[in-house]
Nanobody, 114 residues
Framework: VQLQASGGGLVQPGGSLRLSCAASGFAFSRQWMYWLRQAPGKGLERVSSINTRGDFTVYADSVKDRFTISRDNAKNTLYLQMNSLKSEDTAVYYC????????RGQGTQVTVSS
């Protein structure tokens, strides 16, 4: 299983970023997928979930109405569109194929700061 997140960076409050996660080594289209994040000094937080077809999604209250999860099963790729970013969104973001993030691969740093 390989999961490689990308697309992070430094953005000002109120800005947007789109994260991508390239998946390989398993049947991506048959797995629910998850985005998780870990802020400095804090535990792992599940941010969003998406079903296999991409027509059912779940969000943490902290990101609801600001983040959008999506997937392209033909490209084995998971996405997270992040809008109206806040300083508290600063974290390393990971994708995983399990809710607990045990399968998470290399994350991508998102820093929201002016």
């Amino acid at each position: 299983v390989q999961l490689q997140a990308s697309g992070g960076g430094l953005v000002q409050p109120g800005g947007s970023l789109r994260l991508s996660c390239a998946a390989s080594g398993f049947a991506f289209s048959r797995q629910w997928m998850y985005w998780l994040r870990q802020a400095p000094g804090k535990g792992l937080e599940r941010v969003s979930s998406i079903n296999t077809r991409g027509d059912f999604t779940v969000y943490a209250d902290s990101v609801k109405d600001r983040f959008t999860i999506s997937r392209d099963n033909a490209k084995n790729t998971l996405y997270l569109q992040m809008n109206s970013l806040k300083s508290e969104d600063t974290a390393v973001y990971y994708c995983a194929k399990d809710q607990g993030g045990l399968t998470r691969g290399q994350g991508t740093q998102v820093t929201v700061s002016s």
